[in-house]
Nanobody, 115 residues
């Protein structure tokens, strides 16, 4: 059974930092491209925030560049998203995503940035 379990979300003031973690089980983690997506309030779409491939290539949304850093630990089957300089527009539910032979999603975790 595949599980992606997010943690580290919460409420933070503008300019603050959070570190999201996603612990994966039931997949061969090292083969998967891992990503973080955000669903903003009132928006049905999940938008890519950052992703990291098995070869450690990273991709960031323009809004995340220079502020967020994605990383992975294949020994612990965990992907991280370090978020610095948070802004109110970063508010939303953040979903962990694993993509390779199949695509899997976590349940999501709330991040709220107050102004």
């Amino acid at each position: 059974q595949v599980q992606l379990v997010e943690s580290g979300g919460g409420l933070v003031q503008t300019g603050g930092s959070l570190r999201l973690s996603c612990a994966a089980s039931g997949i061969i983690f090292k083969f998967f491209t891992m990503g973080w997506y955000r669903q903003a309030p009132g928006n049905q779409r999940r938008e890519l925030v950052a992703s990291i491939t098995r070869g450690l290539s990273t991709n960031y949304a323009d809004s995340a560049k220079g502020r967020f850093t994605i990383s992975r630990d294949n020994a612990d089957n965990t992907v991280y998203l370090q978020m610095n300089g948070l802004k109110p527009e970063d508010t939303g539910v953040y979903y962990c995503n694993a993509m390779w032979s199949d695509t899997y999603w976590g349940q999501g975790i709330q991040v709220t940035v107050s102004s």
